[in-house]
């Protein structure tokens, strides 16, 4: 194999031109002439160069150690993914050292570098919500170390993926809460500027549609959290238009909307059925317990480890990259049960 | 400083010797002879060696890289320890890598020998709850990588640590529940045999001796989750030994006591106090809110970090390993306070 070890550099040197010239003759650069690129092409073929020698090297002196760039680590959801990463790397003889971004693009960016300069065998990423540029990221492929991302991807970036059916988990949320009889479904919506705010709502006006139950705007509400829950209750009974369902973004909003229904004296569920997003450790300890989205974390966790390290044992050419969709369950439980 | 460079084979090879006889001469080992000692002293003046070239090499090749070993990122307050670990490091331009033990000690060892072949700068480590053979850490300490013990400290081993008064903060939350008004409380005891249990029971204890209310062996019972908070109730229910007043080892407990209590009809705090510890993010959705002990770990973090960043920065010698003890706070809310 030490073949491999011909870089760039020699065949800039033999040729006497810039190895910035011969990396972009390889890459087929426009801007560089068809003689130069056939005499690099034809040298890079003696010398049995290889393109991802880079790779390759760093396969042959594992670190036998993934990386894993997460938001926040805080989540329940996240630290399920890690307990399933953990699990499937551990079981391969890899130890995981995880980033936490902390939703900051600037922290993202250095949590990367610190991976690639530890010389790890492969990455996971989430992208924190404030990444729209990434360029780290395809940094992280032109070194040649495996990519998967999980649940928050890089749209446009050709890699490995696994996600979760928002949008049909809250169309199948949203007609359980039409199948138990609630004919005023009202949505505390997520900020409709991120993929999973829209998501979460079009499976809502999915479910809707397709009951043909009309669409009342009065009943979509920005409230992602437990006090805007707790505002948004408050304005809807003063209002008199309280709705007899209510499909949450996520479990601590649809806890804010039940305790402050008890509170004025409604009953959950016989008045208003709730049902939240997400199954964190919430649910099980509400009273009514929370009717919920199960992500299935653990899962995620274990099947996007399993793509990195089929990614790591496999040379990258032999394979392309895949996207794979985890469907999410409805756990039902008391807050969406009429007795 | 290429002195620095000197190693204990050189001094080895030149006096004929193996380098262990070196190290343990320069230790003033008990086995070696003066004659050997005074042979090795003087060659290390003369070249100028350095006791610590391994720090010191490992220091002028900085990684900016700092490791934390944590037992279970899911718990809240672990979390909150990153935070704080994490905005000290970037404050110094320093990124942080997690590694999870997850309660194990073959994972603690394999995340220890991770973070030296990364050469993390430092590490930060909290032991798992299985951990009694401490070689993997002062394995860190011989490398010459700074080490900070937060929160689980490896008794014996002499470093740095930050650690919250157990002791004290169970005292003031049972004295919290006397000052009350509560005649007989209940303790709901964590595992006996972990520290962490001994010192919060021994608080609790404290407590009554100094209010000269006797102990009722049988209100001290092992709890320490939502499912044996709710059978132990139920229990105390049936042997009609319901105390007026319950401290709890974690809020989780405390949540289970308090919603057991509720649905057969006893009213919280009128007829019995709760106090959890720890604070989580669920003593602020319950109804009523709990009490609870704010263990600070963001300021545990914050520490911890600040500790070892002073440990990189100054050469070991320069400095004697510390204990800081940070109290922990009880926030009274309304599961304690009578109307």
Do not use: W
Not at 84 to 104: F, K, L, M, R, W
Not at 145 to 169: H, K, S, T
Not at 281 to 291: E, K, N, V, W, Y
């Amino acid at each position: 194999m030490r073949s491999n070890q011909i870089t760039i550099k020699d065949i800039a040197r033999i040729l006497g031109i810039s190895a910035s010239t011969v990396s972009r003759a390889l890459k087929n650069h426009p801007d560089i002439s068809i003689e130069t690129k056939n005499a690099v092409n034809d040298l890079a073929e003696k010398l049995k160069y290889q393109p991802n020698a880079v790779a390759l090297s760093l396969k042959n002196s594992r670190s036998n150690t993934i990386g894993v760039i997460i938001p926040e680590i805080v989540h329940y959801f996240f630290s399920s993914v890690i307990s399933g990463i953990e699990d499937v790397a551990s079981q391969n003889g890899y130890t995981v050292i995880i980033c936490q971004s902390n939703e900051s693009y600037e922290r993202e960016v250095e949590n990367t570098k610190a991976l690639l300069s530890h010389r790890v065998d492969g990455i996971l990423v989430s992208i924190s919500k404030n990444t729209t540029d990434f360029t780290h990221l395809t940094d992280i492929q032109e070194s040649g170390i495996p990519l998967v991302f999980f649940d928050r991807v890089a749209n446009g970036i050709e890699a490995d993926q696994v996600i979760i059916d928002d949008l049909e988990a809250s169309y199948r949320a949203t007609r359980h809460l039409i199948e138990s009889g609630c004919k005023r479904i009202a949505h505390f919506a997520g900020p409709l500027n991120l993929l999973i705010g829209q998501h979460r709502l079009d499976g809502y006006l999915k479910a809707l549609e397709e009951a043909r139950i009309p669409v009342d705007k009065s009943l979509i509400i920005e409230a992602d959290s437990f006090e805007k829950a707790h505002n948004a209750i408050l304005e809807l009974i003063e209002f008199r238009n309280l709705p007899d369902g209510i499909f949450a973004v996520n479990d601590l909003t649809a806890i804010g909307a039940m305790q402050t229904l008890q509170k004025k004296g409604i009953k959950i569920p016989d008045q208003v059925s709730i049902v939240g997003f997400s199954d964190g450790r919430f649910s099980g300890i509400t009273d009514p317990t929370l009717t919920s989205v199960d992500q299935h974390g653990y899962e995620m966790g274990t099947t996007a480890a399993e793509m990195l390290m089929e990614h790591i044992f496999k040379s990258p050419e032999n394979r392309t990259p895949e996207i794979k969709i985890l469907q999410a369950d409805l756990i039902v439980r008391g807050s969406s049960v009429k007795k």
